[in-house]
Nanobody, 130 residues
Framework: QVQLVETGGGSVQAGGSLTLSCAAG???????MGWFRQAPGKEREFVAA????????????SYSDSVRGRFTIARDMNRSTVYLQMNSLKPEDTAVYYC????????????????????WGQGTQVTVSE
């Protein structure tokens, strides 16, 4: 069983930055890890994901249109941790952010569907004020 442990949420003013971390506790050769978010009264939304195969030396990042250019996802292979660096934060980024892990390297068109991820973190609150 895999347990995803998230850290790094908090409150920041608009224009500020936060970094979220998600530790998987074990190393995987081929997987997809990423982040979803859900704001009050809104549907869950895909944010970003990294798909990799260490044996094939492949790693690809993907982002939703709403965060592309402001957020960066990165993976520390040795620490089995994925980070989400969030810059130029806006009030509309306020949400609970969930780390996710899929048992496979998903194709691009499957990334935004939460049902494709077998493991979810407990969620961490990000609040961006005006």
């Amino acid at each position: 069983q895999v347990q995803l442990v998230e850290t790094g949420g908090g409150s920041v003013q608009a224009g500020g930055s936060l970094t979220l971390s998600c530790a998987a506790g074990r190393r995987f050769d081929t997987r997809t890890m990423g982040w979803f978010r859900q704001a009050p009264g809104k549907e869950r939304e895909f944010v970003a994901a990294v798909r990799w195969s260490d044996s094939a030396r492949v790693s690809e990042d993907s982002y939703s249109d709403s965060v592309r250019g402001r957020f960066t996802i990165a993976r520390d292979m040795n620490r089995s941790t994925v980070y989400l660096q969030m810059n130029s934060l806006k009030p509309e980024d306020t949400a609970v952010y969930y780390c996710v892990l899929s048992n496979s390297r998903l194709i691009y068109s499957d990334l935004r569907f939460g049902e494709n991820y077998e493991y979810w973190g407990q969620g961490t609150q990000v609040t961006v004020s005006e």
